[in-house]
């Protein structure tokens, strides 16, 4: 089956940066959208950037001019570079995958990844 492994979060200081790293693997023919979410304590999950197999992006508000969002479809990975971090930022982030193809016939899986924790002291 596909798993989503995401790596990179942590702790970081104000306007510190850090990036996040995703890596789908297991049985995959081809990755459509890939996302970055987020969700804080008692929350529901956001759309934090997504990105097209063809490079299209787009970011939630919040975060558009300090996040960038990229892939390498070789790696089946997606990225997020997080720059200028602010307390705010602190949730777990979690990697999306949306139907991803697992063969040419029309077979898609749609999931997450374990997620990973950004903390940013002020």
């Known amino acids: 089956q596909v798993q989503l492994v995401e790596s990179g979060g942590g702790l970081v200081q104000a306007r510190g940066s850090l990036r996040l790293s995703c890596a789908a693997s297991?049985?995959?023919?081809?990755?459509?959208?890939m996302a970055w979410y987020r969700q804080a304590p008692g929350k529901q999950r956001e759309l934090v950037a997504r990105?097209?197999?063809?490079?299209?992006?787009n970011y939630a508000d919040s975060v558009k001019g300090r996040f960038t969002i990229s892939r390498d479809n070789a790696k089946n990975s997606v990225y997020l570079q997080m720059n200028s971090l602010k307390p705010e930022d602190t949730v777990v982030y979690y990697c999306?995958?949306?139907?991803?193809?697992?063969?040419?016939?029309?077979?898609?899986?749609?999931?997450w990844g374990q997620g990973t924790q950004v903390t940013v002291s002020s």
């Open positions: 999306n995958a949306d139907r991803l193809r697992l063969d040419p016939y029309g077979n898609t899986w749609s999931g």
């Open positions: 297991g049985s995959i023919f081809s990755i459509n959208a």
């Open positions: 990105i097209t197999r063809g490079g299209n992006t």
